[in-house]
């Protein structure tokens, strides 16, 4: 199976809960609306195998950071099937969420959420404005495995355009990444 269009920006941002592997967090689910700031909420679909998002894990934190303080919030959905895939287990999202992970970590284990949000590959972001309007989706630079070779940072270039309240002119990137591990 793999995941259609999906959501792309300028569109509406599907709601959704699902259950919170980041127990330090103390919410065992999570929403969407429940994740928005002030000024709306990054949607991150990543795993715990993936070597782009393994390279990307500082990055991400730190675009995690840069969200809460410019009031926005940050989740991470994990869609992978986790029967072929045993490192994206509930056990092992919990195990990776309790080495410092500093943001939701919710399980879609039905995939219904890749499905519905068109999620292609791991990390693939969504950066979702206060009306829960879909303003970019895309990569968070051009080098998710290696920082020392990231030439662009078109996600945190959009978060400070939102905030500015400028339209974000590119609004849409090709990730960069592992596909999402779809069950047959």
């Keep these: 199976m793999s995941a259609s269009s999906g959501i792309e920006p300028n569109q509406k941002a599907p709601s959704f809960e699902l259950p919170n592997a980041n127990q330090k967090l103390g919410v065992e689910n999570l929403s969407l ?4 700031g002030e000024n709306g909420a990054i949607v991150l679909f990543t795993c715990n195998h993936c070597p782009y998002v393994v390279g990307s894990e500082s990055r991400i934190e730190k675009i995690a950071e840069k969200a809460r303080n410019n009031k926005i919030g940050f989740i991470g959905i994990n869609s992978n099937d986790p029967i072929k895939y045993e490192s994206d287990s509930w056990a092992n999202m919990m195990k990776r969420a309790s080495k410092g992970m500093s943001y939701a970590y919710l399980h879609d284990s039905d995939q219904s959420i890749a499905t519905v949000y ?4 791991t990390p693939e972001f969504y950066l979702i404005n206060s009306s829960g309007i879909v303003v970019y989706r895309g990569r968070l630079d051009d080098s998710p495995r290696d920082p020392s070779h990231a030439t662009t940072s078109e996600l945190s270039d959009a978060i400070d355009l939102l905030v500015a309240g400028k339209p974000i002119i590119q609004n849409r990137t090709e990730s960069i990444g592992c596909s999402v591990k779809w069950k047959i």
Excluded: N, Q
């Design 118 to 121: 068109g999620a292609e590959r």
């Design 33 to 36: 609306s429940a994740s928005m």
